[in-house]
Structures are given as C-alpha cells and as structure tokens.
C-alpha cells in the first residue's frame, strides 16, 4: 500500500508515500477472507505493510456493499460481470525480502485449489488471486505456482485455481477491514493453508504427521489447529488443558489425518475436533468462541447412548431400580459421562429407597442448580457444571449433615474406582 507517513521539515506537513521513501514494491494477493490474509502476510520478515481492498473485477470503484451485491446478483444470475476479489496490497523491501519468498508464504497461506472459496467462505470474491504490475511479476508468479503445483500434486491435492493476472482497479477497503484482526483478536481464523511446505524452503510451513502408534484407533478425537488462531488458543485454554473425558484427545498443526486415516470432507476453519472411529471420520465440531456446552453436547451425541441422551439432554428420568450405579458401594467417584469431571463421591452415597442413586453432596463446583416447574410440579434441577447436561433434583429430605438428597438419573453417571 501506498502509506501516508508525516514528515515535519520547516513547521511544514509534508506527505509521501512509503515506496517513495523507502524504494518498496508492492503486489496484491488475494487469499480468501482479507482480515487473515492480512496478519498472515504481514508476519513475514521484509513486508512493510499490507493493506486490505478489492481488485480484479469489472467495475472501477467499489466498496464492500457492492462487492457483496454483485456477488449476489451472480448468484442469482442476474450479472454476468466479473466480480472484485478480496485482497492485501503487500508492500515490501526488495533489499529484505525476494518477491518469490513473499510468494511461497502467499501459497503456504492459503488453499489454492479451492476455487471460489476459502474455507468456510464461499464466493468468487474469495478466488485465489495473484494480480501483477508488469511481466517481471508475473513471471514469477507463474514459475512459482508451477513449483507449488508439483508439491501439492505429491501431497495429493488437486489443481491450482488461482487467477494471475495484470492488476485492474484496485480499490482500498474501509478502515473497518484494516488491521481487523489486531483490533479484534478474536475475529475469524481460517485454517491457514494445506500444510505443504513451498518447495526449497522459502516459505515456513512444515508438514507434521501425526504417530498413528500413539492414537486410539477405536476412538479417538483430533483438534486441527492453525499457528496464530485466537480461537484455537481458546478452546486449548477452556477446553483442552483440563481434558478427563475418558475420549482419548490430541491436537495437531497438521492439515491432513494420520496416514490411512479418512476424513469425510476437507477442513474449513479451526479449531476442527474431528471424531475418528476405527480410523475413519464419524463426526466434526467446527469453530469455537467459547461455548463449552455446545462443545460437549456435540461430543455427548456421540458418545452416550440414545437412552443416556433422552435424559441428559431432554430431561427425562430413567425408571426407578433400573438405572445404572444404583448398588456401587466402591470408593471412588462418579463423573460426568461426557466430560469425565467429577460430580459426587461414593462416601457422599446413601439408600434412599426411591430406586435412584442417591448422594448428600456433590463434588464442590461440580453441579448448578435450577428451578424446574415441568410436569406440574416445582423442584430443583441439578445439571452438570462441566457438561451442562441433565443430572436429576434435588430434594430437602436428605440426611446429615447437608440434609439434603441428590436424587441422579444412574445411567449419567461414569464411574471410576479409587486406585
């Protein structure tokens, strides 16, 4: 981008742009989604600055209502025009940085055989795109695409779609699009590109095999994370640092499953946690911002049986003397089913006689409470603060020193013996 620095000479203003000052060269990108793009490109040593715009359509001037409009009327086949893309202006020192090693980070960035889209956004805005400012550019352009084709070919990608062409009316995005993710560092993460390295090493992407020795292959889940994703950093803080579900987990920078493992469809965004049973994909949890209960409810469809489900989460009760645990007398602790987090100890278990298990008091932490009025009645709900899902009541005819009974549905309940 042409960037306005302010040079005070004399008491007066005087503005000039950054490749005038600083003898920078400059190409425009496009990578999908512009915010992600944006950071990516910025990361690599040599860049000056990356600025976020559209290029490469038919009309000369264009913001990102029309952008989206036209992309509509497309759609509906009302336009037969071509469409800007999303791009980054990526300004860089030749004395620095080589234009083909701000090439291989444009290629290892990204998947550039997904036509007109890039992971979960789909459009012809979001083509891969290389647009050039003369035949030096794009020479280079071409020979370096020629170089990626051939490693993604032996990855077992298919084709490159990126466009090359000569740069047509560019258009700087809003302010709102500039620096998008340094502003909201919880913005959109997409995943990052394929995990295969430009070849020669220009670029910095590696490809990292996961050791199909160390996975389960009965069940086992996998989080698909990106360098850099606010979320993925999220879910490992809330999520994946306390792991006791008794589901096996592991995360990876990889793109691709462990060998002779199948995903069903390729990845889009990250964090992906992606259910694997015998090695092949069976479920997939895309995206996280911070809703653990949604989280385990997807992880709880999988795992728990339609009986277990039918009360966990729609409420309901198990039959009285038929349930689960109701003659456990080890020392111990029943936990969650999903979340494997612990819920009440079997030394806080007493006969009740009403036909379900029975505690004093929970786990400190380990259940919420709250008011159920269904069915005609009025009672005390008591969920799972891990998993959020549906434990049973709690009633005031409990003995001491709590007084109170945690009347739990057995079949919700996992137990693990004291060593």
């Given at each position: 981008?042409?960037?306005?620095?302010?040079?005070?000479?004399?008491?007066?203003?005087?503005?000039?742009?950054?490749?005038?000052?600083?003898?920078?060269?400059?190409?425009?990108?496009g990578?999908?989604?512009?915010?992600?793009?944006?950071?990516?490109?910025?990361?690599?040593?040599?860049?000056?600055?990356?600025?976020?715009?559209?290029?490469?359509?038919?009309?000369?001037?264009?913001?990102?209502?029309?952008?989206?409009?036209?992309?509509?009327?497309?759609?509906?086949?009302?336009?037969?025009?071509?469409?800007?893309?999303?791009v980054?202006?990526?300004?860089?020192?030749?004395?620095?940085?080589?234009?083909e090693?701000?090439?291989?980070?444009?290629?290892?960035?990204?998947?550039?055989?997904q036509?007109?889209?890039?992971?979960?956004?789909?459009?012809?805005?979001?083509?891969?795109a290389?647009?050039?400012?003369?035949?030096?550019?794009?020479?280079?352009?071409?020979?370096?695409?020629?170089?990626?084709?051939?490693?993604?070919?032996?990855a077992?990608?298919?084709?490159?779609?990126?466009?090359?062409?000569?740069?047509?009316?560019?258009?700087?995005?809003?302010?709102?699009?500039?620096?998008?993710?340094?502003?909201?560092?919880?913005?959109?993460?997409?995943?990052?590109?394929?995990?295969?390295?430009?070849?020669?090493?220009a670029?910095?992407?590696?490809?990292?095999?996961?050791?199909?020795?160390?996975?389960?292959?009965?069940?086992?889940?996998?989080v698909?994370?990106?360098?850099?994703?606010?979320?993925?950093?999220?879910?490992?803080?809330?999520?994946?640092?306390?792991?006791?579900?008794?589901?096996?987990?592991?995360?990876?920078?990889?793109?691709?499953?462990?060998?002779?493992?199948?995903?069903?469809?390729?990845?889009?965004?990250?964090?992906?946690?992606?259910?694997?049973?015998?090695?092949?994909?069976?479920?997939?949890?895309?995206?996280?911002?911070?809703?653990?209960?949604?989280?385990?409810?997807?992880?709880?469809?999988?795992?728990?049986?339609?009986?277990?489900?039918?009360?966990?989460?729609?409420?309901?009760?198990?039959?009285?003397?038929?349930?689960?645990?109701?003659?456990?007398?080890?020392?111990?602790?029943?936990?969650?089913?999903?979340?494997?987090?612990?819920?009440?100890?079997?030394d806080?278990?007493?006969?009740?006689?009403?036909?379900?298990?029975?505690?004093?008091?929970?786990?400190?932490?380990?259940?919420?409470?709250?008011?159920?009025?269904?069915?005609?009645?009025?009672?005390?709900?008591?969920?799972?603060?891990?998993?959020?899902?549906?434990?049973?009541?709690?009633?005031?005819?409990?003995?001491?020193?709590?007084?109170?009974?945690y009347?739990?549905?057995?079949?919700?309940?996992?137990?693990?013996?004291?060593?």
């Amino acid at each position: 981008m042409f960037l306005i620095r302010w040079i005070l000479l004399g008491g007066i203003m005087m503005t000039m742009s950054l490749s005038a000052v600083a003898g920078a060269d400059s190409i425009v990108l496009g990578m999908g989604c512009f915010w992600g793009a944006e950071k990516r490109m910025s990361e690599v040593p040599g860049v000056i600055d990356v600025e976020a715009g559209y290029a490469g359509g038919d009309a000369k001037k264009v913001d990102y209502e029309d952008v989206l409009r036209m992309e509509r009327a497309i759609r509906r086949g009302k336009a037969n025009r071509r469409n800007h893309a999303e791009v980054i202006r990526v300004s860089f020192d030749p004395d620095r940085v080589r234009l083909e090693t701000i090439l291989a980070a444009f290629w290892e960035n990204h998947d550039p055989t997904q036509g007109d889209r890039q992971g979960n956004d789909v459009g012809s805005q979001y083509r891969s795109a290389i647009y050039t400012t003369g035949d030096a550019q794009k020479r280079i352009a071409l020979r370096t695409r020629a170089a990626y084709q051939e490693a993604l070919s032996k990855a077992g990608y298919g084709r490159i779609t990126t466009e090359i062409a000569s740069l047509r009316h560019y258009n700087r995005a809003g302010s709102y699009h500039q620096d998008y993710l340094e502003k909201n560092p919880d913005g959109y993460c997409g995943l990052g590109g394929t995990g295969v390295a430009f070849p020669g090493g220009a670029g910095k992407a590696t490809q990292l095999s996961l050791a199909v020795d160390q996975l389960d292959f009965d069940r086992q889940l996998i989080v698909f994370e990106a360098e850099d994703c606010p979320y993925c950093k999220r879910f490992r803080a809330e999520v994946l640092e306390g792991w006791q579900s008794e589901v096996p987990i592991t995360a990876t920078l990889d793109v691709k499953p462990p060998k002779d493992w199948v995903l069903k469809k390729p990845l889009f965004a990250t964090p992906t946690v992606v259910l694997f049973e015998r090695g092949r994909e069976v479920s997939r949890y895309t995206g996280y911002r911070g809703d653990k209960e949604r989280f385990w409810k997807w992880l709880g469809f999988q795992v728990l049986t339609p009986e277990q489900r039918r009360i966990a989460f729609e409420q309901g009760t198990e039959r009285p003397f038929t349930g689960s645990h109701l003659d456990e007398k080890r020392p111990g602790v029943f936990v969650d089913p999903i979340t494997g987090a612990p819920l009440f100890r079997s030394d806080t278990k007493f006969r009740s006689g009403t036909g379900w298990p029975s505690f004093f008091t929970p786990v400190e932490g380990a259940i919420t409470l709250h008011e159920d009025r269904s069915h005609g009645m009025r009672r005390v709900e008591v969920r799972s603060a891990s998993s959020g899902i549906h434990l049973g009541h709690v009633f005031d005819d409990g003995p001491p020193p709590s007084g109170k009974r945690y009347c739990i549905n057995g079949n919700v309940l996992s137990f693990v013996p004291d060593p």
